[in-house]
């Protein structure tokens, strides 16, 4: 009898699940990464509050994301939402694939755009409509061994190109031979030193490139020099065998990088370098400068067939603690400065870390990345480009030409388009 029982309760507990999903919505939610293993976390506490919710998160790697979601909207199979990167919005929205968040927005008092960082909230307009919400974000900035600074008798953290060079420079005469890390096939430290001018990357509303500008080369020139004057060595990030290893041996002082590189150096450097080191804003041409607004953000689809339900899962994700959760989950710095604000385990806020706190300052001075479906093509002739000039191969004035003369073949289509829109 008693086995009979035990039985009985075996086969109804999965039965009672079943129960349970039966007659549920189920969302697809797509997403990347390390953030999709995390989301499923975060979305339990979803599903409690709204127990006629399921959520189906499918991961996908990096590497295919974009094509996946370029097939799916193809194919008619997109989500219901989906994390998409700021720099693919552009394109999702052209197609028509996402559904305009300024309804949804509308009857959601919660979500207040002054709440989020300016140039964050920007990137999710693409075509002045909004089509994402920011999950996270993500810039550049300074990485740097004070300890090195003091020794060489440099006062503060360079807060000026000026500054800098003097910086390197002295660095330099106290026997270090390369100060700063600057691998040549990252654009995005380029890219910053460009978003810190007045004049657009491209102009005319996205039309054509404007790299001959004055402006992009004298962003260019900058960059250029620290390699031509020795402050960087000439290498890939592939070529260096262990960036966290040799930052801890003071092989360089300087290192121009993102958030999630925080945790690994807190985990990767000896406990005796913990007070030597800490971020600090981009110096800009004449103060501290601007960088780049990058990130991703949370999409729904127009095909979706459970919108309210999607919207409900947007809205939540975007709430202060569960960013909080999602930063202690993953790292990722969230984009709403009111959850910057919340006190952490230890009773202080995110935005008094010693090593976060340079992020949340630069995150008032970012720019978004032009917004513009063929950007990413754009971004990586930009860093081939840099890469011609600093070997030697091509002078300033002539890859400015040539990337310029690129660009403009690249969006030779949106032109035709955009004239056809407006005649």
């Known amino acids: 009898?008693?086995?009979?029982?035990?039985?009985?309760?075996?086969?109804a507990a999965p039965l009672a699940g079943c129960n349970r999903d039966r007659g549920a919505t189920t969302l697809r939610f797509w997403a990347m990464g390390r953030e999709a293993e995390v989301a499923a976390e975060l979305i339990a506490g979803f599903e409690r509050e709204r127990p006629g919710v399921r959520v189906k998160v499918e991961q996908l790697p990096w590497?295919?994301?974009?094509?996946?979601?370029?097939?799916?909207?193809?194919?008619d199979a997109t989500p219901d939402l989906a994390q998409v990167g700021n720099t693919w919005l552009p394109e999702m929205q052209a197609l028509g694939a996402l559904e305009p968040l300024e309804p949804w927005l509308a009857r959601t008092p919660?979500?207040?755009?002054?709440?989020?960082?300016?140039?964050?909230?920007?990137?999710?307009?693409?075509?002045?409509?909004?089509?994402?919400?920011?999950?996270?974000?993500?810039?550049?900035?300074?990485?740097?061994?004070?300890?090195?600074?003091?020794?060489?008798?440099?006062p503060r953290v360079p807060q000026n190109w000026s500054e800098w060079r003097a910086a390197l420079a002295r660095l330099r005469e106290h026997g270090m031979a390369t100060p700063l890390l600057l691998p040549?096939?990252?654009?995005?430290?380029?890219?910053?030193?460009?978003?810190?001018?007045?004049?657009?990357?491209?102009?005319?509303?996205?039309?054509?490139?404007?790299?001959?500008?004055?402006?992009?080369?004298?962003?260019?020139?900058?960059?250029?020099?620290?390699?031509?004057?020795?402050?960087?060595?000439?290498?890939?990030?592939?070529?260096?065998?262990?960036?966290?290893?040799?930052?801890g041996r003071g092989t360089f002082a300087f290192y121009i990088s993102g958030p999630w590189?925080?945790?690994?150096?807190?985990?990767?450097?000896?406990?005796?370098?913990a007070?030597?080191?800490?971020?600090?804003?981009?110096?800009?041409?004449?103060?501290?400068?601007?960088?780049?607004?990058?990130?991703?953000?949370?999409?729904?689809?127009?095909?979706?067939?459970?919108?309210?339900?999607?919207?409900?899962l947007i809205s939540y994700l975007s709430r202060p603690d569960v960013q909080q959760?999602?930063?202690?989950?993953?790292?990722?710095?969230?984009?709403?400065?009111?959850t910057w604000a919340m006190p952490l385990d230890g009773g202080a806020t995110l935005a008094e870390d010693r090593h976060a706190a340079a992020f949340r300052r630069q995150l008032e001075r970012v720019r978004p990345t032009p917004a513009v479906p063929e950007w990413e093509r754009i971004a990586n002739e930009m860093q081939l480009a840099a890469a011609r000039v600093v070997g030697g191969r091509d002078s300033i004035d002539v890859a400015v030409r040539g990337l310029d003369a690129r660009v403009d073949g690249i969006l030779e289509k949106r032109r035709w388009m955009l004239d056809r829109a407006s005649s």
């Open 325 to 338: 959760q999602f930063y202690r989950l993953t790292g990722d710095l969230p984009p709403r400065r009111s």
């Open 63 to 75: 590497t295919a994301a974009h094509e996946k979601l370029l097939t799916a909207f193809a194919g």
């Open 184 to 247: 040549t096939n990252e654009f995005e430290p380029l890219l910053a030193l460009a978003l810190q001018q007045p004049a657009e990357v491209l102009r005319e509303g996205g039309r054509f490139g404007n790299f001959s500008s004055e402006d992009f080369r004298r962003a260019l020139g900058f960059y250029a020099e620290r390699f031509a004057r020795g402050d960087a060595p000439g290498l890939t990030n592939n070529q260096v065998a262990n960036v966290w290893q040799e930052f």
């Open 261 to 273: 590189n925080i945790g690994e150096f807190k985990r990767r450097l000896p406990a005796d370098l």
């Open 110 to 154: 919660a979500l207040q755009a002054s709440d989020y960082f300016d140039g964050i909230w920007a990137t999710n307009a693409p075509a002045g409509q909004r089509v994402g919400l920011p999950w996270y974000v993500d810039t550049r900035l300074l990485f740097v061994r004070h300890d090195l600074l003091a020794r060489a008798g440099i």
């Open 1 to 11: 009898m008693q086995r009979r029982r035990l039985l009985t309760a075996a086969v």
């Open 275 to 312: 007070d030597a080191w800490s971020t600090a804003e981009l110096p800009g041409p004449d103060g501290l400068g601007a960088s780049i607004a990058g990130g991703a953000s949370l999409a729904m689809f127009k095909r979706s067939r459970h919108k309210p339900e999607a919207w409900a």
